[in-house]
């Protein structure tokens, strides 16, 4: 088994857990504030950071 695989699963207990996921969403959504505001004073181009998804590379390819 890989090791990806096996980590996955040790964290499948936790899956359920509404305060973990409470947590996990506010950490998103900081880190979506934070890349939001970093694009910004590197482009000059706003971004609202929550019409970001998981992938950003999309949002890096219009700024290049």
């Known amino acids: 088994m ?27 959504k900081v880190n979506k504030m934070r890349l939001a505001e970093y694009i910004e004073s590197m482009s000059g181009v706003k971004v609202w950071s929550q019409v970001l998804r998981t992938s950003v590379l999309f949002i890096f390819s219009l700024l290049s």
């Open 2 to 28: 890989k090791r990806g695989t096996l980590l996955a699963t040790g964290l499948r207990e936790y899956a359920a857990d509404p305060d973990l996921q409470q947590e996990w969403m506010m950490v998103k």
